[in-house]
């Protein structure tokens, strides 16, 4: 059977209690079809690059599937009718991927070093603190 990835996002409003139902609707409509889902992220809330359908945020959430055509027919069906999912996407792989996904090792990366890591140095001055404001000389009447 072919491998796809469908990754799909769910509105912000939502609690973390509903994604997982989603994702277990969306498991159990491939497995009525006579496919399986090898493996399901939940990769969290996380921004969007622009507003959709006046969200900001998004849950999204990415399931490995090794099923039919017309399963994957069936579920885009299915998701297309429901409210809570927002966007979504399935694309067909050749393989699916070994262990976390490139959004989950980001997270694991990201959550060791920080947000943005250590800087360095500015390059624009020297490293002798901060700069004094200076004064202005008053002219002499």
């Not at 694309?91 to 800087?119: K, N, Y």
């Amino acid at each position: 059977m072919p491998l796809y990835e469908h990754v799909f996002l769910a509105r912000q409003d939502l609690a973390q209690a509903q994604v997982d139902a989603l994702a277990e609707n969306a498991t159990k409509i491939i497995e009525d079809n006579g496919g399986k889902v090898a493996k399901t992220e939940t990769w969290g809330l996380r921004s969007l690059a622009y507003r959709i359908a006046k969200n900001r945020k998004a849950h999204y959430v990415m399931l490995d599937v090794d099923a039919p055509p017309a399963a994957l027919a069936e579920l885009e069906r299915q998701t297309n009718i429901n409210e809570d999912v927002i966007r979504f996407m399935t694309i067909r792989v050749d393989e699916h991927e070994g262990g976390p996904s490139a959004m989950m090792r980001r997270d694991r990366d990201r959550g060791e070093r920080g947000d943005r890591g250590d800087r360095g140095p500015r390059g624009d001055r020297d490293d002798r603190g901060p700069r004094t404001p200076r004064v202005q000389e008053e002219e002499q009447i």
